[in-house]
């Protein structure tokens, strides 16, 4: 299985992760940690990029406003991951936008001083590097999913990215915590849509549902969408 979610997981909280002591005393002094509420944006779609964020705690949806003006989600964010570096490596706007789902704390690091770091930790460097080059190919992935699959197959899939990511530090599973607008935008439907094939996979036994959370019951009827192996 570590090589599927590897494919749909940007990867980005072993920026900092993979650096060793020296030089994470180097970004921890010029690291600003900020409260943000649930519903506030880290950074908004055509806004000017003022830095980088890593998250303390907490959720973080990553967006994009389609054509039509309708939302598109094609990430959730979650502890550790490091955020907004595209814009502001490439010197442009915002092509997306970032949202707290809950209340949330994130080490913010300024423009100035992330191209510093960038300039005195070539670990650092080569990481972001690689780390763009990688996220790439998640975001064709996940457009390759949206496309392709139906929907309980997309729904499948999501479910079992997400209780990956959402997962305990000791790797047990929370189970799923997303409103059913936010889920049924992440796989491309609508709530009605989702509501019908929640019901189906609950009626399945695959999953059950606590108030909002889903968990996941049985992963051998999911896997069987994705024709994967428990031991892959």
Same mark, same amino acid.
């Given at each position: 299985?570590? !090589?599927f979610? !590897?494919?749909f ?6 920026l900092?992760?993979? +650096?060793n002591?020296?030089e994470?005393r180097?970004?921890?002094? %010029?690291?600003?940690?900020l ?5 506030s ?15 303390? *705690? ?7 406003r ?6 598109q989600?094609f990430?959730?964010?979650?502890k550790?991951?490091?955020?907004g570096?595209?814009?502001?490596l490439g ?5 997306? *936008?970032?949202?707290?789902l809950?209340?949330?704390?994130? !080490? ?5 001083n992330f191209?510093?770091l ?12 690689? !780390?763009?080059?990688?996220e790439?190919? %998640?975001l064709?992935?996940?457009i390759? %999913? ?14 079992l +990215?997400?209780e990956?990511?959402?997962k ?8 799923? &915590? ?6 049924a ?5 609508s ?11 609950? &009626?399945?036994?695959i999953?059950?549902?606590e ?6 019951q049985?992963?051998?009827?999911? +896997?069987?969408?994705?024709n994967?192996d428990?031991t892959?």
């Open positions: 299985m570590k !090589n979610f !590897n494919q997981d940007f990867q980005s909280d072993r900092f992760g993979e +650096l002591y020296a994470k180097f970004v921890n002094k %010029v690291i600003e940690t409260p943000i509420k649930k519903g944006m880290l950074f908004y779609e055509d806004g000017i990029p003022t830095g980088v964020f890593q998250l303390k *705690s907490g959720r973080a949806k990553k967006s994009k389609g054509f039509s003006g309708e939302e989600i990430y959730i964010y979650t550790d991951d490091v955020l570096y595209h814009a502001l010197e442009e706007r915002y092509q997306d *936008s970032c949202e707290a809950e209340d949330m704390e994130v !080490n913010f690091i300024s423009k100035s191209l510093k960038l300039e005195d930790i070539p670990r650092l460097r080569r990481g972001v590097v690689k !780390n763009i080059a990688h790439f190919g %998640v064709a992935n996940t390759a %999913v949206l496309a392709q699959k139906d929907q309980n197959t997309r729904l499948a899939i999501f479910l +990215l997400l990956n990511r959402f305990q530090d000791d790797g047990e599973p929370t189970g799923i &915590d997303l409103t059913r607008e936010d889920l935008n992440l796989i491309g439907t709530p009605e849509s989702l509501g019908r094939s929640l019901k189906q996979f609950k &009626d399945q036994g999953i059950r549902i108030k909002r959370i889903i968990h996941i049985n992963r051998e009827m999911l +896997l069987q969408f994705l994967l428990l892959i």
